[in-house]
Every structure is written in C-alpha cells, then in structure tokens.
C-alpha cells in the first residue's frame, strides 16, 4: 500500500488485520465509529489466520472461552447471510478422543459446563465415538466427548467477508504497511508510527497476534504473548473419505484431522518446538506425528502428503487469550494471545473490543482475561489454564 494511502488521522487504529483485528473494525465502524483505520503489515489475514486449520467450536474448559466460542459460532452459522460470503461452513461436530482417567473426569466437568451454557456437547462411549470417525483404532480408549454443532470452515473466506463488510461500514484497511510503535505523551496515545508515516490518534486496539508483545511494549504495556510454531499437513486423497468426518482430536497426543477437499487436513503439536517467529515448515515432528499415526489412524500410515505450511500460535502462560484496555496508558485495548483460538473466536472479540471502546458492559464478561492477571501482584492460584489448547 503506498504512503499516500495512509490517513493522518484516525479516532481508533487496529493493528493487525486477520479475524481479530478485522471483526474489531467491522463492529467498531458499524457502531458508527468514524475513521476506524486498521494496519496490516501484509496482506489481510497473511499472518495466524490463514494458517488456522479452520475449527470452530465451543468445547472448552472455562465458561468465558465457551462464551466467545458459541457466540462466534453463532457467527459462522449465518455468515453467508450476514456478509454475502460462502465460508464453507461443516458442522461436522469435534470429536475428543480420550484414553486416560483424568482425561475423562475432566472432559465430564467441562460438558456439563458447557450444557450449562446451552453447548449440546456430550460424553460418548468408543463405540460411537468411532462410528462418528471409523478411522481411528479405537485401542486404548476409554471414552470421547463430542459436539454436533462444532466443525471448520475456510478462514480466508472468513478474511473476505469481514474485509468487505469492514470497508462497506467505512473502516479503511491499510494493507502492507506494518504499525512500529505506538506513540504516547504523559501517559495518553497519540498516534502509530507505521513504516509510511505516523497516523495520530487517541486509541489503539492491538489485534496483532504473535507480534503483538513489542507493540505493546513501545507504549509501556506488557503483553506475555510468545510466538510457537504449529505445522499441519493435508493429505493425497483418500479412498472412501467421508466428507462428515468430524474434527478427530485424539487428546493426549493433540494429533488431530478433518475432511479437507479429497483428503484429510491434520496436525500435532511438537513437544520439543521452540518458541520465536519460524514460518518454514521443518521435518523434526514428523517421527513423532508418524507413530501417533500408526496407532491411531493406521490406514493413513501409507497416505502420501500433497502439501503443508506452518503458522504461529500466539501463546500465553495459561493459554487464555488476553482482553481488556491497558491501565498505564489511555487508551490502549487489546485483543490477543489466544494460543491458537483466535480465529474461531474472532467473530465474538470484535463485538467485545466494540464494547470495551464504547464503554457498555461487553456482550460476554471477558475481565477474566485482562492481562492484569500476569501482573506481580496478582494471584497465580487464580489462573485458570485452558486446557483444550488444540
């Protein structure tokens, strides 16, 4: 985006333009916000969002991430009449394979949290649990957990269509020009200094995901936000693949896949990944990912692979996103570190950051998540560690 794109002034700046940041713009301009700039250093979406594997859902093991989930799900369930975009929505239901004890007791206490919320997830046994998804070898299983309603779609779709809507609300997006610092005199934001000039401004939403630890710190916020590389694969087709293949998790390993064109998309986290911004893809996983293979899946042992990419996970010490408005300096909002939830939660962010700008009660209660609670003086017992971090 050349200089001359670029306004001079804006009443609120976005940076980072992936769902996050894009949902955050769309509501805040539809509100009636006016001159709502967002700042994405490359093309929208080009960072975590594109390279989401694209689940959706609403199991989760803390009632504010339930919340964003449904609500976002909600989202995605409409987002064809909503916005005019196709995202390819399956509701395929996620499906959590489960071979431990605690495992199990655990997953029991968050379904019914969950069916307190109006999640219809459920406890299911190995029988059904792999009619749902008949690749799996069920050896070792104890039990699953599974809801209908969750499922994938295609997160660039997703991009297009708050883009588009973003823009038709009078957002201006401001692609290829990467936000460097925030500025700030006597403890108030007064612009973003971008690689094409300063836009002054009296606020700053912070949608930057695994970059967003420095931008906070140009303005004196902590924001314990580490990049950690995620790889994921997608299959050579399949034989028989059934396009209602759910989303398979198989928990203690987190390997997992969906359907995905004629094939299986699917990844594992890597034990040994270090953190820091690596994008190219590295083979060290592979070993491991092949033996939870063999074991789980045999029948894809053999299934040769068609291509593959890796993103970052914006990781924080409990796995929790992080929500709120910054108390050192006025005004600075953030919306980040949701360690690889930030995409299906995208939807409902937006209106929350919409909210917190406006000053109304946010439409779900996201103080639980402020970045306050990483802070000296806060209690650690009080954190609550996601535990679905798939």
Same mark, same amino acid.
């Given at each position: 985006?050349?200089?001359?794109?670029?306004?001079?002034?804006?009443?609120?700046?976005?940076?980072?333009?992936?769902?996050?940041?894009?949902?955050?713009?769309?509501?805040?301009?539809?509100?009636?916000?006016?001159?709502?700039?967002?700042?994405?250093?490359?093309?929208?979406?080009?960072?975590?969002?594109?390279?989401?594997?694209?689940?959706?859902?609403?199991?989760?093991?803390?009632?504010?991430?339930?919340?964003?989930?449904?609500?976002?799900?909600?989202?995605?369930?409409?987002?064809?009449?909503?916005?005019?975009?196709?995202?390819?929505?399956?509701?395929?239901?996620?499906?959590?394979?489960?071979?431990?004890?605690?495992?199990?007791?655990?997953?029991?206490?968050?379904?019914?949290?969950?069916? +307190?919320?109006?999640?219809?997830?459920?406890?299911?046994?190995?029988?059904?649990?792999?009619?749902?998804?008949?690749?799996?070898? %069920?050896?070792?299983?104890?039990?699953?957990?599974?809801? /209908?309603?969750?499922?994938?779609?295609?997160?660039?779709?997703?991009?297009?269509?708050?883009?588009?809507?973003?823009?038709? $609300?009078?957002?201006?997006?401001?692609?290829?020009?990467?936000?460097?610092?925030?500025?700030?005199?006597?403890?108030?934001?007064?612009?973003?200094?971008?690689?094409?000039?300063?836009?002054?401004?009296?606020?700053?939403?912070?949608?930057?995901?695994?970059?967003?630890?420095?931008?906070?710190?140009?303005?004196?916020? +902590?924001?314990?936000?580490? /990049?950690?590389?995620?790889?994921?694969?997608?299959?050579?087709?399949?034989?028989?693949?059934? %396009?209602?293949?759910?989303?398979?998790? +198989?928990?203690?390993?987190?390997?997992?896949?969906?359907?995905?064109?004629?094939?299986?998309?699917?990844?594992?986290?890597?034990?040994?990944?270090?953190?820091?911004?690596?994008?190219?893809?590295?083979?060290?996983?592979?070993?491991? &990912?092949?033996?939870?293979?063999?074991?789980?899946?045999?029948?894809?042992?053999?299934?040769?692979?068609?291509?593959?990419?890796?993103? &970052?996970?914006?990781?924080? %010490?409990?796995?929790?996103?992080?929500?709120?408005?910054?108390?050192?300096?006025?005004?600075?909002?953030?919306?980040?570190?949701?360690?690889?939830?930030?995409?299906?939660?995208?939807?409902?962010?937006?209106?929350?950051?919409?909210? &917190?700008?406006?000053?109304?009660?946010?439409?779900?209660?996201?103080?639980?998540?402020?970045?306050?609670?990483?802070?000296?003086?806060?209690?650690?017992? $009080?954190?609550? %560690?996601?535990?679905?971090?798939?």
């Amino acid at each position: 985006m050349p200089p001359a794109a670029l306004p001079s002034r804006a009443s609120v700046v976005v940076v980072g333009g992936g769902v996050v940041g894009l949902s955050t713009a769309y509501h805040l301009a539809r509100a009636g916000v006016r001159d709502v700039v967002l700042l994405e250093k490359d093309e929208l979406g080009c960072g975590s969002t594109c390279k989401a594997a694209g689940g959706v859902r609403a199991q989760f093991s803390d009632a504010v991430n339930v919340e964003l989930g449904a609500r976002s799900l909600r989202t995605f369930e409409t987002f064809a009449e909503t916005f005019g975009q196709d995202i390819d929505l399956h509701q395929v239901g996620y499906l959590f394979l489960l071979d431990d004890e605690e495992h199990v007791a655990a997953f029991e206490a968050n379904v019914a949290l969950q069916n +307190d919320l109006g999640v219809p997830s459920r406890m299911i046994d190995v029988a059904e649990a792999r009619a749902l998804s008949p690749m799996i070898d %069920p050896t070792g299983l104890l039990a699953a957990a599974w809801s /209908p309603t969750d499922g994938h779609c295609t997160p660039e779709s997703v991009v297009a269509g708050y883009a588009r809507a973003a823009r038709a $609300a009078g957002a201006c997006l401001v692609r290829r020009c990467a936000a460097l610092e925030v500025l700030s005199e006597g403890g108030v934001v007064t612009g973003v200094r971008t690689e094409h000039g300063v836009v002054a401004t009296d606020t700053v939403v912070c949608a930057a995901g695994a970059w967003s630890r420095d931008l906070a710190a140009s303005v004196g916020v +902590d924001l314990p936000v580490t /990049p950690l590389r995620r790889q994921i694969l997608v299959t050579e087709p399949v034989p028989g693949v059934d %396009p209602r293949t759910p989303f398979t998790i +198989d928990f203690a390993s987190s390997f997992y896949f969906h359907h995905e064109g004629q094939g299986l998309l699917l990844g594992m986290s890597d034990p040994d990944e270090t953190p820091g911004f690596k994008l190219g893809r590295g083979e060290e996983w592979l070993p491991g &990912l092949a033996e939870v293979i063999e074991r789980r899946t045999p029948g894809l042992a053999d299934v040769g692979i068609a291509s593959g990419w890796a993103g &970052l996970y914006e990781m924080t %010490p409990d796995h929790n996103g992080l929500i709120g408005e910054a108390e050192g300096v006025s005004r600075f909002l953030y919306a980040t570190g949701f360690s690889g939830h930030g995409f299906l939660m995208g939807p409902a962010v937006g209106e929350v950051v919409r909210d &917190l700008y406006l000053g109304r009660d946010p439409v779900v209660d996201v103080s639980a998540l402020s970045a306050t609670r990483f802070s000296a003086s806060a209690d650690p017992a $009080a954190l609550r %560690p996601e535990l679905n971090i798939v």
